[in-house]
């Protein structure tokens, strides 16, 4: 008794009454009666005799009575408000109510600045989503060239039970300037725009090596004061020109006259010529009319494809993230079909283009109207950015090792260098010749330096770091047409209008092998086969011979490749990166495709309408070929 009453907190007595909550009997009302009345079948009847006290008791139903508001009534059905900010969460709860939205009143005491603490970056909070590389990268591209994806929520779906497509608020937000009429080439899926932005967009994308002597000289126009008009290529005149003319037509109107002399900026006159800084090329077609001086220290580029930064700060000469994969393959080559895109933009006839080092996704170009472009191959296959700086036609141009810079050889007696990205000119090179071919070394240990072929039948090794000549290489005895490196021991190949080809050393001013015969030509173009044994050269007697370059430089006489007519073309060569087909153009503007093997003509193109001077295969894609021509256009075949 007294153990059961400290156990309960209080002292029984036999009239006491015990009430007992029972659930299941209680529903059924009220019941009293003894021990011996109630069978349990589960316990021993003799248990109820021990209890001391009186086994008289009452059940009933007790009602309970709590202060507490009910919070959460069933447990199964409960959402738990969950803090985004909170780092631990301690229960297991919906993924719907973890995303929701933040609810309710702010705390006031809570500054901006912690209202502001959920982002994770400058436009907000980015949140997480499960979705692969390829996905990503596909929509990304889509967006950035189309303005058009799909909703990243996948919280909406169209009628057909697709993810609905989410629009850019302004195409123009996302494809930067407006595309110049030039530039938009056929083929291209980029809109077409005005060119109002564009000229704003010219001015301040330009670069120059001397800035500071470019900033104490005033623009001018020139001594006739015609109004610059737009060339095909897709420059628009600069707004300060188009102020320049609307100034100079107002003042007409009102009866003024102007000297001939006399420009509308500034009301300077056109006697002090020797500060005019240079006029803007987009004028006339020749490069000649483009610079009353000398082109050094007035270059300049032009950018066309805006922003130059995409979200992530890469430019347009990083490798595209779909083509890092494939970087290094060798791909099966197979013969184009068709024609895919033509590239517009060049006044005048295409001299050289050359492909990107490695990734090839963008396409080099030099011209006979003194400009050297740079277009996209993959994707709108616009032009990116164009460099503006020489006088005369432009004869060739070499990317570095990994093309961030490149070089440019006129006729103007100049070979600068290029940065590929920025369109600053980094230097200028000149002997006072007029360079022919220009090569950088390949060695990684030589990267800063390259070879000139010039005029007057010298080779000038260059450094770029300190601008000097480090070798000249005096043997030939007329213009020297190639420069070309073989092998992996240092050596290179030249080729020139004497009828000689020559083999060096590298670093060596005397020739290790003359190759000269009675019957040989001269052969302005050659090119090296990926597998680095054979150096074929393009002979001025229609025909392309192959020579032995690893341990002994001799002809192949059982490899010739014949058909096509060449004779007083420079017309280049190239080899498919699998090295089983040859292609090159000819004087009637046919692409010649032979079998490396067989050398027998596969398949025969009618590329252009002039001559076909240069053609290219491009090393990542199977069968996708770029040809420059004379008629100012280049193609891409697929």
């Known amino acids: 008794m007294d153990l059961l009453a400290s156990a309960y907190g209080g002292d029984f007595t036999d009239a006491d009454a015990?009430?007992?909550?029972?659930?299941?009997?209680?529903?059924?009302?009220?019941?009293?009666?003894?021990?011996?009345?109630?069978?349990?079948?589960?316990?021993?009847?003799?248990?109820?005799?021990?209890?001391?006290?009186?086994?008289?008791?009452?059940?009933?139903t007790a009602l309970s009575i709590s202060a507490a508001p009910p919070v959460i009534t069933d447990a199964e059905k409960a959402q738990y408000l969950h803090d985004p900010r909170a780092r631990v969460v301690n229960h297991n709860t919906r993924v719907g109510d973890m995303w929701a939205p933040v609810v309710g009143p702010t705390q006031p005491g809570m500054?901006?600045?912690?209202?502001?603490?959920m982002k994770n970056c400058w436009t907000g909070?980015?949140?997480?989503?499960?979705?692969?590389?390829?996905?990503?990268?596909?929509?990304?591209?889509?967006?950035?060239?189309?303005?058009v994806t799909s909703d990243p929520s996948g919280t909406q779906v169209d009628e057909y039970g697709r993810p609905r497509l989410v629009h850019a608020a302004s195409r123009k937000a996302w494809f930067g300037d407006e595309v110049l009429p030039g530039e938009a080439s056929s083929g291209g899926n980029s809109p077409q725009h005005t060119g109002a932005d564009a000229a704003e967009g010219d001015n301040k994308t330009r670069s120059s090596s001397s800035s500071s002597a470019v900033a104490g000289s005033k623009r001018k126009r020139s001594s006739k004061g015609k109004e610059a008009a737009e060339e095909s290529g897709g420059e628009e005149a600069h707004a300060d020109e188009q102020s320049a003319s609307s100034k100079r037509k107002a003042s007409k109107r009102k009866g003024q006259s102007k000297t001939k002399g006399q420009i509308a900026e500034g009301g300077q006159q056109e006697g002090d010529s020797d500060e005019e800084a240079e006029e803007d090329d987009e004028s006339t077609g020749s490069g000649a009319a483009a610079c009353k001086k000398s082109g050094v220290g007035k270059e300049r580029s032009i950018l066309h494809k805006k922003p130059l930064y995409d979200y992530q700060g890469r430019t347009f000469v990083d490798t595209p993230s779909q083509l890092r994969h494939r970087l290094g393959q060798v791909p099966d080559a197979f013969l184009p079909k068709k024609r895919v895109h033509t590239y517009a933009g060049h006044t005048k006839g295409v001299s050289q283009i050359r492909f990107f080092p490695k990734s090839a996704h963008l396409l080099l170009s030099a011209s006979m109207d003194s400009k050297v472009k740079i277009w996209d191959v993959y994707d709108d296959r616009r032009c990116v950015r164009t460099y503006l700086g020489h006088e005369e036609y432009v004869r060739d141009i070499s990317f570095n090792h990994d093309g961030r810079q490149f070089l440019s050889a006129s006729m103007d007696r100049q070979v600068k260098l290029w940065d590929t990205e920025t369109g600053q000119c980094l230097g200028n090179f000149s002997k006072g010749r007029v360079p022919i071919c220009v090569r950088?070394?390949?060695?990684?240990?030589?990267?800063?330096?390259?070879?000139?072929?010039?005029?007057?039948?010298?080779?000038?090794?260059?450094?770029?770091?300190?601008?000097?000549?480090?070798?000249?290489?005096?043997?030939?005895?007329?213009?020297?047409?190639t420069v070309s490196f073989v092998g992996d021991k240092g050596r290179f190949v030249t080729t020139s209008s004497d009828k000689t080809i020559r083999v060096w050393e590298y670093g060596i001013p005397v020739e290790v092998k003359i190759v000269s015969e009675p019957h040989m030509h001269s052969m302005p173009s050659c090119a090296v086969h990926p597998s680095g044994k054979w150096w074929v050269g393009q002979s001025q007697d229609n025909q392309i011979l192959?020579?032995?370059?690893?341990?002994?430089?001799?002809l192949n006489s059982k490899k010739r490749f014949r058909g096509h007519e060449v004779a007083g073309f420079a017309a280049q060569i190239s080899f498919s990166p699998d090295g089983k087909y040859i292609i090159s153009g000819d004087g009637t503007g046919k692409l010649f495709i032979w079998d490396w093997k067989s050398t027998r003509v596969y398949k025969t193109i009618e590329a252009h309408t002039q001559v076909c001077i240069g053609a290219l295969w491009n090393p990542l894609q199977t069968s996708g070929i770029a040809t420059c021509s004379w008629d100012a256009s280049i193609k891409y075949w697929n």
Do not use: M
């Open 546 to 554: 192959v020579y032995h370059c690893r341990d002994r430089f001799r």
């Open 125 to 147: 909070h980015v949140e997480p989503s499960h979705i692969d590389d390829y996905t990503f990268q596909q929509e990304y591209q889509r967006f950035y060239t189309q303005g």
């Open 18 to 60: 015990l009430v007992v909550d029972q659930p299941q009997q209680a529903t059924n009302g009220t019941r009293t009666g003894t021990l011996d009345d109630i069978e349990h079948d589960d316990e021993e009847p003799s248990r109820s005799a021990s209890l001391p006290f009186s086994t008289s008791f009452q059940t009933s």
């Open 440 to 481: 950088f070394n390949p060695d990684p240990e030589y990267h800063h330096e390259f070879l000139c072929g010039q005029g007057d039948h010298k080779v000038v090794q260059w450094d770029t770091r300190t601008k000097e000549v480090v070798q000249e290489y005096d043997r030939h005895l007329e213009a020297v047409n």
């Open 111 to 117: 500054s901006a600045v912690n209202e502001s603490s």
